[in-house]
């Protein structure tokens, strides 16, 4: 197997592996009602989940971008060092960029996201 090919596929399984580790903490926090009393929603997870099934409500979109980036930082910053650098190099060459030793936390955060947010649609 090439190098290239080993890096894409422990990178799609690593952030899987986070958006699910992003999951259970949402999991862990009482839901915020925004959707109402009675929504039945009894964590953050499960509104997450109702905003996937119904669509972006564009009065919250800002607010759920700043949630979720909150519980993106902490999985990422929990992340051994090797395995950030290698998933930046990943998301570096998908963008065309020349990979470098540099990690990109914020490319980093939003792959974590939109993990979380596939999930959270299924």
Do not use: K
Request: charged share 25%; glycine share 4%; proline share 4%.
């Amino acid at each position: 197997m090439e190098a290239d090919r080993a890096i894409t596929r422990f990178a799609l399984a690593e952030f899987a592996a986070a958006g699910r580790r992003m999951r259970h903490r949402m999991q862990r926090y009482p839901a915020t009602r925004i959707y109402g009393d009675d929504s039945g929603h009894r964590t953050l997870w499960d509104e997450l989940c109702h905003e996937a099934a119904n669509g972006p409500a564009p009065a919250l979109e800002s607010a759920w971008e700043h949630t979720l980036s909150s519980f993106a930082i902490a999985v990422v910053e929990q992340m051994p060092s090797h395995t950030r650098a290698i998933l930046s190099w990943h998301l570096a060459s998908l963008e065309d960029d020349e990979p470098s030793d540099g990690i990109y936390a914020e490319a980093l955060i939003e792959a974590v996201t939109a993990a979380t947010r596939e999930i959270a649609a299924w």
